[in-house]
């Protein structure tokens, strides 16, 4: 049986670049892999919003599903929600009620948010109060990169942590408050990888985000869990677990 293909899913303010040891973990395990470079990260003449992350998300996923490729959606932080709405009309098992091949087959979140349908981000989370971000009008910039490192990288030593806070990039503010319109859940099967050190999206939010997933999934059914001990940023730290939790996922025996 072949593997499917991965589609990385970034994390907000986050450049593709602090995926690629994940990306290279998984490639050496024989998985084709790509990464989704988020049009949100980063400025623009005009700040793009979720949807459009998404909608990128979705022309990748929709072009390897025409190809006949099953697809994992493997998604951080922010990237959980992008994800959700991006695999709008691409489960293989709606595709296939439609006399089409491929489609997507799971949906990884790594610390994700996860909002139900008519939420946003900031439902979840709530606005952005952090004092190392700063609200620039369509933007939001990481202004004091020594405040963020030891919330968002806090598994690193202080001096490395800083220097990943560093590389990160501006976010689109309007993309926070885009509401999700598709439970991607009750057509796609999905395993979350919960970061119980994590400050960002903490351990209580991440078991909250899991239970309204399992309450909308029907009697008998359950998120797929697989618990690591690591920060937010686990991209970052411990990029082999995330390797290891996405192959358990996917149905290797690690």
């Known amino acids: 049986m072949s593997k499917p293909t991965i589609l990385v899913v970034p994390g907000s303010f986050s450049p593709l670049s602090a995926y690629d040891p994940i990306i290279a973990g998984l490639e050496s395990y024989g998985y084709t892999v790509y990464g989704i470079e988020l049009e949100t990260v980063g400025r623009r003449d005009k700040a793009p919003g979720m949807y459009d992350d998404a909608a990128k998300v979705a022309a990748r996923a929709a072009q390897l599903a025409d190809a006949g490729a099953e697809v994992a959606l493997v998604a951080h932080s922010y990237g959980g929600l992008v994800a959700c709405e991006a695999a709008k009309g691409l489960a293989k098992s709606v595709r296939a009620q ?32 952090q004092d190392y971000v700063a609200d620039q009008g369509e933007y939001l910039v990481i202004t004091d990169p020594a405040k963020a490192a030891p919330i ?18 501006t976010h689109s503010a309007v993309s926070f408050g885009q509401k999700l319109t598709y439970a991607a859940h009750k057509d796609i099967p999905i395993s979350y990888l919960l970061c119980e050190a994590d400050k960002l999206v903490t351990p209580e ?17 359950s998120v797929d869990r697989h618990p690591v001990k690591a920060d ?3 991209n970052a730290s ?12 996917l149905g290797e025996t690690v």
Request: charged content about 20%; hydrophobic content about 45%; glycine content about 10%.
């Open 232 to 234: 937010h940023a686990i």
């Open 98 to 129: 439609e006399g089409k091949q491929g489609g997507i087959v799971r949906i990884v979140f790594v610390t994700a948010v996860v909002p139900r349908v008519g939420e946003s981000m900031v439902d979840i989370m709530g606005a952005v109060t």
């Open 238 to 249: 411990q990029p082999e677990a995330v390797v290891k939790v996405v192959r358990r996922a």
């Open 152 to 169: 968002t990288f806090s598994d690193l030593p202080p001096a490395e942590a800083v220097t990943w806070a560093s590389k990160l990039s």
């Open 205 to 221: 939010q991440q078991n909250k985000i899991i239970a309204g997933l399992e309450g909308e999934m029907g009697a008998g059914k």
